[in-house]
């Protein structure tokens, strides 16, 4: 499958470690990317490849993958994390297509 | 500092077309392949279609779901990027955004993206 699976909700308490997930059969030969979207705002990219951060990108956010499943971690979640997730990843087998997952809702409470 | 500055959204019929463009500026634009992705209202982020530099053809490759309807086209002497979207249907409400792709460390990312520019079809 081409498509990227995520959960559409996700909560965490303020300081508390979270993972948001990403499933799908490219993430076992393609790094996926994971971006942040606040209402109003440019999707921002967090984090890319294997595990790395734009400038600017506090280091509580980090990325891994195991298997067909990409993970976002953010260790110590703050009030200005809530935001939409969104993992995307591109097959070099399928033209260079991109594809996103359908977005995670992060609550922090 | 890299900026792309949408623009061309607004308020069309269905059928007619439209022509969005992507300023981009603070980079070497030529040397970059440039993304489009839109949002639909209340939807998710949606991949469009891309067009590679010219130092790779400047070719272009679109979404299955978009395939035939909408061109993207680029002016490197002027910085732009433009995505052509014909035969406009409801469903292509929504905000679209140019973003430059890169490689590095081992993968491709969509690394700036632009404020977006929001095209409402509606009769």
Known sequence: SSELTQDPAVSVALGQTVRITCQGDRLRSHYASWFQRKPGQAPLLVIYGKNNRPSGIPDRFSG??????????????????????????????????WVFGGGTALTVL | ?????????????????????????????????????RQAPGKGLEWVGFIRSEAYGGTTECAASVKGRFTISRDDSKSIAYLEINSLKTEDTAVYYCTREVYGSGSYSLDYWGQGTLVTVSS
């Not at chain 1, 997730?85 to 033209?95: E, I, M, W």
Request: charged letters at 20%.
């Open chain 1, 64 to 97: 891994s993958t195991s298997g067909n499943i990409a993970s976002l971690i953010i260790t110590g979640a703050q009030a200005e994390d809530e935001a939409d997730y969104y993992c995307n990843s591109r097959d070099t087998s399928d033209n260079y297509h």
């Open chain 2, 1 to 37: 500092e890299v900026q792309l500055v949408e623009s061309g959204g607004g308020l069309e019929h269905p059928g007619r077309s439209l022509r969005l463009s992507c300023t981009a500026s603070g980079f070497t634009f030529s040397d970059y392949a440039m993304n489009w992705v």
